[in-house]
């Protein structure tokens, strides 16, 4: 069974910088796109950033190109989110996601296992 395990969330300070991970295990790591996703109270989920399976591609969502880095370790099984220059409007629970597709997939009908989330809290 396939499972993703978010950490590294927190409360920082605008203009900060937070690192999330992501552990999966119960699936073949190596050959998926994973993305990340975010939720603020009360709004939809929305694309962050994804990676194909070999980091050859990479995409982000406008709000956070120029300021977060998304890459993987596939020895470790771990998708990794670098957040600098967090503004308060970052704050929100974010997940990981899998998908079986080649590619850099940005809807999240297209990923089938989901992390449980990690809170970030930007203060201004």
């Known amino acids: 069974q396939a499972h993703l395990v978010e950490s590294g969330g927190g409360l920082v300070q605008a ?3 937070l690192r999330l991970s992501c552990a999966g295990s119960g699936l073949t790591f190596s050959s998926l796109a994973m993305g990340w ?3 603020a109270p ?3 989920r ?3 950033a994804s990676i194909s399976y070999n980091s050859g591609r990479i995409y982000y969502a406008d709000s956070v190109k120029g300021r977060f880095t998304i890459s993987r370790d596939n ?3 771990t998708v990794y989110l670098q957040m600098n220059s ?5 704050t ?3 997940y990981c996601a899998a998908a079986d597709m080649y590619g850099t997939p940005t809807s999240s009908y297209e990923y089938t296992s989901w ?3 990690t809170q970030v809290t930007v203060s201004s």
């Open 115 to 117: 992390g449980q989330g």
């Open 75 to 77: 020895a470790r099984n």
């Open 86 to 90: 967090l503004k308060p409007e970052d």
């Open 92 to 94: 929100a629970a974010y």
């Open 15 to 17: 203009g900060g910088s």
């Open 42 to 44: 009360g709004k939809e």
């Open 46 to 48: 929305k694309f962050v």
């Open 37 to 39: 996703f975010r939720q």
